[in-house]
């Protein structure tokens, strides 16, 4: 099954703490301490996912690199959440809202109980394959991890020299609202500030007005953009970011540090520059949360890899009242000559109606089977649109 949907996952901004208002903490215990435990992963889409029990039931989260705190929803199935108060939240795609806190019952993962960990709680506004998130807060605690997809395991350990001796490209990172940001290289002599984020699953996308304050200095930047557009494709756990310009990029490497990755299609967004947990296809990632340091290593010889991943052409975002609509269309591609525009709002597909955001995410586009969407323009006009997945 094939969808155009970017989502990327929240980036929570703490406010100051008062009677009524729960900000930042990291107050939640670990079972076991002078530890080390190998733990097994499911990578689905490049993200991760682990299992954790509570109240002899196991449930699904996602490792978040880019949460700065753990995130359940209000369809969560998990039992026993306890309310704490509020916070200011900001998501991924720039949006604020004002939302309950709750602490997880303890949690199990591997041989380590996680308890007291408090998690931020978003509406269901989505689907999602998977019962909570779990933030960077679980390395900032004080552990080391490192993630491993290609034989599907974690290692964590809470012992600062575990992982000393490991080889590999080190970045370090800083914390901004507590999640680490790296220095990468998107073209040459220009470094962009990006966060590392494990929740959201392509390799890189820019931050708009950082490229833009790129492309100024240089005509090497300006020759790697193959189209520019009006829309939107981040979707956070508010909603989808404010429109603007995207800009299509086809880099010729992006560096991390001696390392480069080859024949990159990436795209700018409002949000934050984001490295993705796509890169965890080309090697392991070691995560020190006491040096601060995030180490690449990968799979096959060599200080490249040829990426030549398939450029993001089409992303559908929710609009505010919850209708699915064309975030972004590329212009040239299948969907655009088909007839697709920004805006356009899915009304339905193959005579299904499509009445909410989550019911389009329910709709199986079958690759390589053809769907007719019926569409409501930006004019106000209703036309049927003919597409190919």
């Known amino acids: 099954m094939k969808r155009s949907v970017a989502c990327l996952l929240a980036v929570l901004l703490p406010v100051m703490a008062n009677a009524q208002t729960r900000g930042y903490s990291t107050n939640f215990t670990f079972s076991q301490r002078n530890f080390a435990d190998t733990i097994p992963i499911e990578v689905v889409d490049n993200q991760i996912f682990v299992k954790a029990t509570a109240g002899g039931r196991v ?30 939240s900001r998501d991924a795609a720039g949006r604020s809202d004002t939302v309950s ?101 392509v390799l890189y996308t820019m931050n708009k007005q950082s490229f833009d304050e790129h492309a100024y200095k240089s005509r090497n930047v300006n020759s790697q953009v193959e189209a520019r557009v009006k829309g939107k494709l981040t979707i956070g756990n508010i909603g989808a970011e404010r429109g603007g310009e995207v800009a299509f990029l086809k880099l010729d490497r992006l560096k991390w540090d001696d390392f480069s990755f080859l024949d990159v299609s990436a795209v700018t967004t409002q949000g934050s520059s984001k490295i993705g947990a796509a890169m965890l296809r080309y090697g392991a990632v070691i995560i020190n949360g006491f040096r601060r340091y995030i180490r690449f290593q990968p799979y096959d010889d060599g200080d490249s890899v040829k990426v030549s991943n398939k450029p993001l052409t089409t992303a559908y975002v929710p609009t505010d009242d919850g209708r699915a609509s064309v975030g972004i269309v590329m212009p040239g591609c299948a969907d655009y000559e088909a007839g697709l525009r920004q805006g356009d709002i899915i009304i339905s597909i193959d005579g299904k109606a499509i009445a909410s955001f989550a019911a389009f995410q329910r709709f199986t586009l079958v690759k390589g089977m053809t769907h007719k969407m019926r569409v409501l323009t930006q004019e106000g006009k209703v036309k049927d649109v003919v597409i190919t997945r």
């Open 59 to 88: 449930y699904r989260f996602c490792l978040d690199t880019g949460a700065s705190q753990g995130t359940v929803y209000a369809s969560s199935p998990i039992s026993g959440l306890r309310a704490l108060g509020s916070v200011v």
């Open 101 to 201: 806190v709750v602490q997880l019952p303890a949690i199990t993962i591997g041989k380590l109980t996680i308890t007291g960990y408090v998690a931020s709680l978003f509406p269901s506004t989505m689907l999602r394959a998977y019962d909570g998130i779990i933030g960077f807060d679980f390395f900032n605690k004080g552990l080391c991890c490192k993630i491993d997809t290609r034989n599907r395991r974690m290692v964590i350990a809470d012992r600062r020299d575990f992982f000393d001796g490991e080889t590999g490209y080190a970045l370090h990172y800083k914390l901004k609202w507590f999640v680490p940001y790296v220095m990468v290289s998107p073209f040459k002599r220009h470094y962009d500030e990006a966060l590392f984020d494990t929740g959201s699953n």
